[in-house]
């Protein structure tokens, strides 16, 4: 299983990013997937999530910026970030969790067992 993220970079605050995840090794949009943050110092975030019935989830931090979907036909999940903030910055993670449970942002961290390598998002004022 593998799940490779791509499209994080360095923008001013107000801009916008589209991050990827491509998913290869087991059939998409089987579990639970979302992306979650983790700034230096800090702990991971969960910033959105995607069930199999393509409901999504979002914490108050990012609502109304942030909008996570997928494309099965490509096994590709998206994360589309609008009017970004110096807070945002942070490495970017795409997730999955195999184990049935909440699909939601605020879900532990260490019950979504596969993750991606990182991409790095770097917001500047």
């Known amino acids: 299983v593998q799940l490779v993220e791509s499209g994080g970079g360095s923008v001013q605050a107000g801009g916008s990013l589209r991050l990827s995840c491509e998913v290869s090794?087991?059939?998409?949009?089987?579990?639970?997937m979302g992306w979650f943050r983790q700034a230096p110092g800090n702990e991971r975030e969960g910033v959105a999530t995607?069930?199999?019935?393509?409901?999504?989830s979002y914490p108050d931090s990012v609502k109304g910026r942030f909008t996570i979907s997928q494309d099965s036909a490509k096994s590709t999940l998206y994360l589309q970030m609008n009017s970004l903030k110096p807070e945002d910055t942070a490495m970017y993670y795409c997730?999955?969790?195999?184990?049935?449970?909440?699909?939601?942002?605020?879900?532990?961290?260490?019950?979504?067992?596969?993750w991606g390598q990182g991409t790095q998002v770097t917001v500047s004022s």
């Open positions: 090794g087991y059939t998409f949009s089987t579990y639970c």
């Open positions: 997730v999955a969790a195999t184990a049935n449970g909440p699909c939601v942002p605020w879900r532990p961290a260490n019950e979504y067992n596969l």
């Open positions: 995607i069930g199999r019935d393509g409901g999504t």
